[in-house]
Nanobody
Framework: QVQLVESGGGSVQAGESLRLSCVAS????????MGWFRQAPEKEREFVAA????????NYADSVKGRLTVSRDNAKNTVYLQMNNLKPEDTAVYYC?????????????????WGQGTQETVSS
């Protein structure tokens, strides 16, 4: 069983930056891909970014390319989501997720482990 805990959310103004972190604990195997998803009120959970275990493969939603960067530090069992030039439409609860997979899945159904989420609010 893997536990994922997100942190770093908050309230910012449009154009500002935030960095989310997600720490994994428990039995994390090799080839453990991790992803970020978000869910705004009354909307479905949507893919944001994913990264392979070695960090050599990344995947991004078109809506965040160029503004968000996913990275990981396996020595700290932590994955990060650096978010720059934030927009009000980025407001959502952000979740990290993990799965033993060599690819970088983009659908929620492909992930087994989930964090509890962290709220991010961007004001105009």
């Amino acid at each position: 069983q893997v536990q994922l805990v997100e942190s770093g959310g908050g309230s910012v103004q449009a154009g500002e930056s935030l960095r989310l972190s997600c720490v994994a604990s428990g039995r994390t195997a090799s080839a453990y891909a991790m992803g970020w998803f978000r869910q705004a009120p009354e909307k479905e959970r949507e893919f944001v970014a994913a990264i392979s275990w070695a960090g050599t493969k990344t995947n991004y939603a078109d809506s965040v390319k160029g503004r968000l960067t996913v990275s990981r530090d396996n020595a700290k069992n932590t994955v990060y989501l650096q978010m720059n030039n934030l927009k009000p439409e980025d407001t959502a609860v952000y979740y990290c997720a993990g799965v033993v997979r060599t690819t970088t899945p983009i659908t929620p159904e492909d992930y087994n482990d989930w964090g509890q989420g962290t709220q991010e609010t961007v004001s105009s």
